[in-house]
């Protein structure tokens, strides 16, 4: 079955650049998603279709898909973004990355 | 606005059978695809089943095939999960997503989710 390759965590300091990746046989050729979820909360929606952001995310966050590799970038990061991280992708079916805990500090 | 209300979890004993509902509102349901979609404690997203338009396509992830039934009552803007023969490690909040799926495209993306409803398989 097909898999996706999260990092466990990320750190980046409040202002910086974080990249967060997503690694999967081929995946530059399926479409990936990311989700934001927050302790205590349901996921969020920030980027779909590779690139694109959903109305009401902050331009702050973009996305890219090439390779193995889609990765979400975030800029300016706040630390209101701190949260767990997911890609999502179809292959056949559903499909989520396990996860990518993301501390600003 | 688009809403999803899970309701239905609760605590039930290993084998045991429960059935989750998710009624949605603020937009025309039979334009798309639903899924359900769990978290287990501490862990990670992981996508249950789908539910095309209009029930025609169904699908399951392996750990619950043949266990879990999903289905859908256009009529009345709900969606189900049939949960049977359960296990400790069904154990997790169950979501319910609007399902922006184009399977020929190999799209799917979840752009509303309810707020979960926990299921407890234990003894």
């Known amino acids: 079955s097909y898999e996706l390759t999260q990092p466990p965590s990320v750190s980046v300091s409040p202002g910086q650049t974080a990249s967060i990746t997503c690694s999967g046989d081929n995946l530059g050729h399926k479409y990936a998603s990311w989700y934001q979820q927050k302790p205590g909360q349901s996921p969020v929606l920030v980027i779909y279709?590779?690139?694109k952001r959903p109305s009401g995310i902050p331009e702050r966050f973009s996305g890219s898909n090439s390779g193995n590799t889609a990765t979400l970038t975030i800029s300016g990061t706040q630390a209101m973004d701190e949260a767990d991280y997911y890609c999502q992708a179809w292959d056949s079916s559903v499909v989520f990355g396990g996860g990518t805990k993301l501390t600003v500090l | 606005q688009v809403q999803l209300v899970e309701s239905g979890g609760g605590l039930v004993k290993p084998g045991g059978s429960l059935r989750l509902s998710c009624a949605a509102s603020?937009?025309?349901?039979?334009?798309?695809?639903m899924s359900w979609i769990r978290q287990a404690p501490g862990k990670g997203l992981e996508w249950v089943s789908y539910i095309s338009f209009r029930g025609s396509s169904l699908s399951y992830a392996d750990s619950v095939k043949g266990r879990f039934t999903i289905s859908r009552d256009n009529a009345k803007n709900s969606l189900s999960l049939q949960m049977n023969s359960l296990r400790a490690e069904d154990t997790a909040v169950y979501y319910c997503?609007?399902?922006?799926?184009?399977?020929?495209?190999?799209?799917?993306?979840?752009?509303?989710w309810g707020q979960g409803t926990p299921v407890t398989v234990s003894s």
């Open positions: 997503a609007r399902d922006f799926a184009i399977p020929a495209a190999g799209e799917s993306h979840f752009d509303y």
């Open positions: 279709q590779d690139t």
């Open positions: 603020g937009f025309t349901f039979s334009d798309y695809y």
